[in-house]
């Protein structure tokens, strides 16, 4: 069985998790971070709301039921498609959509090894 991690997201007071593959969740932190440090200078008025990773664990137990986990392929596949709809005229944004495109294609490869496990 694969190893997974959790990464806490947090935006305004909700708090959300994203399970990802053990070995590829410090990717998602660090565009997480990359994202951040570059949102502030994306001029389009419909700049998606970026939760932020604050935190990672192995092992998640969740007692109040009504906080969200999402798979990793989900959340990026959601983040993808929030940035590619994002009108930007003055940032590269091309440099980010490649970014999160990247572990995209990560993420639907490991996926599919995983099912022809």
Same mark, same amino acid.
């Given at each position: 069985?694969?190893?997974?991690?959790?990464?806490?997201?947090?935006?305004?007071?909700?708090?959300?998790?994203?399970?990802?593959?053990?070995?590829?969740?410090?990717?998602?932190?660090?565009?997480?971070?990359?994202?951040?440090?570059?949102?502030?200078?994306?001029?389009?008025?419909?700049?998606?709301?970026?939760?932020?990773?604050?935190? @990672?664990?192995?092992?998640?137990? =969740?007692?109040?039921?009504?906080?969200?986990?999402?798979?990793? =392929?989900?959340?990026?596949?959601?983040? @993808?498609?929030?940035?590619?709809?994002?009108?930007?005229?003055?940032?590269?944004?091309?440099? =980010? =959509?490649? @970014?999160?495109?990247?572990?995209?294609?990560?993420?639907?490869?490991?996926?599919?090894?995983?099912?022809?496990?």
């Amino acid at each position: 069985m694969a190893q997974m991690r959790y990464i806490i997201m947090k935006n305004g007071q909700d708090v959300s998790f994203v399970e990802m593959p053990q070995s590829h969740a410090y990717q998602l932190s660090a565009l997480n971070l990359r994202l951040h440090k570059e949102i502030d200078k994306l001029t389009a008025s419909n700049v998606p709301a970026l939760p932020l990773a604050i935190a @990672e664990c192995d092992e998640l137990e =969740l007692h109040d039921q009504s906080l969200a986990v999402h798979s990793g =392929l989900d959340y990026i596949n959601a983040l @993808e498609s929030d940035f590619s709809s994002i009108q930007e005229k003055s940032y590269p944004l091309i440099s =980010l =959509l490649t @970014e999160i495109r990247a572990l995209q294609a990560q993420l639907e490869q490991w996926y599919e090894e995983e099912a022809d496990v």
